[in-house]
């Protein structure tokens, strides 16, 4: 039992920053089927779907991702008032997916200077203009798995786009990967959530005009442009098939669903061809150390009542000209007020002499 105090001096203290990382794989059959969609959540809003790992009921079912989709008032389908028919597409939700794309802008991307919402900018340099992505979905990851951020450069996501040239084309479902090519040396940081990278379907020639969509790192969303459900992602005009169902190669183009389906309907479709969702999360592990110091004279003695009998020291055995002897077992971190504010046990006890010294290094985790 301490009777006495030692004051960290500054050298005493040193802080560190580990980041840990894991492998996050999810499998296109867990929100296309495995539960028979009983791991898929839709609410009464109609706004976003939510996808479980397990039937959503189960007490062990964990929140994995969102899906919703939103349309800019720049966008091609996109009208002012009720929902109405437009363009031969038979308009739906057009007020909700203006507004889901508005919440999410304003979250992701700063306002202009006179405070209005941005349109999400395909290469990130708003100051340049350029190409906007006015209609995008969203993929909003859960905390469980992207913890304190996504790792850059390992964001990948492939999904079966359909085949056919043009509209009303039919064909296989194929695979289009997506990934954040390059994202570790190159992201942007002009989002008010943090950093942010371009998402490419190539890594051969990654450049700010052919980005597909954005990943958000500390955020955990993916927006990526419903035009990769075209024949050409960078141009929405040139459509394929997609299908509310995914697995069901009609003649529905993204755009006729997107417009004239509920945003559930859109992701069911979204979901239905989601194929592998890949990337590592990243845990932050703030650390301080104190390095606890006995020296030569400190801590030889103990203030526990076994230590005497009869005045004479137990461990020296009756022999007067032995050194006193103690086993440090505990170390305390006190307050300036000598208030106990953390313990650290040791694996086994250290024997302490005036004729050694002791550095204890605890660490405190946060």
């Known amino acids: 039992m301490a009777t006495t105090f030692k004051t960290f001096l500054n050298n005493d203290i040193a802080s560190t920053r580990t980041l840990l990382h894991e492998s996050i794989p999810i499998t296109g059959s867990i929100p296309s089927g495995t539960y028979?969609?009983?791991?898929?959540?839709?609410?009464?809003?109609?706004?976003?779907?939510?996808?479980?790992?397990?039937?959503y009921l189960s007490s062990s079912a964990?929140?994995?991702?969102?899906?919703?989709?939103?349309?800019?008032?720049?966008?091609?389908?996109?009208?002012?008032?009720?929902?109405?028919?437009?363009?031969?597409y038979v308009a739906s939700q057009f007020t909700k997916k203006r507004n889901m794309y508005d919440q999410m802008a304003q979250v992701l991307y700063p306002y202009d200077v006179s405070g209005n919402i941005q349109p999400l900018d395909q290469d990130?340099?708003?100051?340049a203009g350029g190409r906007k992505l006015n209609d995008v979905f969203f993929m909003n990851f859960a905390r469980l798995l992207q913890k304190d951020e996504i790792k850059k450069g390992t964001f990948t996501v492939t999904f079966l786009t359909g085949g056919g040239t043009g509209e009303g084309g039919d064909g296989p479902a194929l695979p289009l990967t997506i990934s954040d090519y390059g994202a570790s040396s190159s992201f942007k940081v002009n989002s008010?959530?943090?950093?942010?990278?371009?998402?490419?379907?190539?890594?051969?020639?990654?450049?700010?005009?052919?980005?597909?969509?954005?990943?958000?790192?500390?955020?955990?969303?993916?927006?990526?442009?419903?035009?990769?459900?075209?024949?050409?992602?960078?141009?929405?005009?040139?459509?394929?098939?997609?299908?509310?169902?995914?697995?069901?190669?009609?003649?529905?183009?993204?755009?006729?669903?997107?417009?004239?389906?509920?945003?559930?309907?859109?992701?069911?479709?979204?979901?239905?061809r989601l194929y592998n969702v890949q990337f590592n999360n990243t845990t932050e592990l703030n650390?301080?150390?104190?390095?606890?110091?006995?020296?030569?004279?400190?801590?030889?003695?103990?203030?526990?009542?076994?230590?005497?009998?009869?005045?004479?020291?137990?461990?020296?055995?009756?022999?007067?000209?032995?050194?006193?002897?103690?086993?440090?077992?505990?170390?305390?971190?006190?307050?300036?007020?000598?208030?106990?504010?953390?313990?650290?046990?040791?694996?086994?006890?250290?024997?302490?002499?005036?004729?050694?010294?002791?550095?204890?290094?605890?660490?405190?985790?946060?």
């Open 287 to 366: 650390s301080t150390i104190y390095f606890c110091r006995a020296n030569v004279g400190d801590y030889n003695y103990s203030s526990n009542p076994t230590y005497l009998s009869a005045s004479k020291i137990v461990v020296k055995g009756d022999i007067p000209f032995n050194q006193p002897v103690s086993y440090i077992t505990t170390v305390g971190l006190y307050s300036p007020n000598n208030e106990l504010l953390a313990v650290a046990k040791l694996s086994e006890p250290l024997k302490k002499t005036p004729s050694n010294e002791l550095t204890l290094r605890v660490r405190l985790d946060y």
């Open 36 to 55: 028979a969609d009983t791991n898929v959540k839709n609410y009464s809003h109609g706004m976003f779907q939510s996808i479980y790992d397990y039937p």
């Open 62 to 88: 964990n929140h994995i991702f969102d899906f919703t989709v939103g349309m800019s008032n720049s966008s091609f389908f996109s009208q002012s008032g009720a929902d109405t028919s437009i363009g031969g």
């Open 192 to 272: 008010p959530t943090g950093e942010y990278g371009l998402l490419y379907t190539s890594s051969a020639t990654p450049g700010t005009d052919s980005a597909v969509g954005h990943i958000y790192y500390q955020a955990g969303i993916a927006a990526i442009t419903a035009s990769i459900f075209s024949d050409d992602p960078l141009n929405p005009q040139d459509m394929c098939n997609f299908g509310a169902q995914g697995g069901d190669y009609d003649v529905s183009s993204y755009q006729a669903v997107l417009s004239g389906s509920t945003i559930q309907a859109f992701s069911d479709g979204l979901r239905n």
């Open 124 to 127: 990130g340099d708003i100051a």
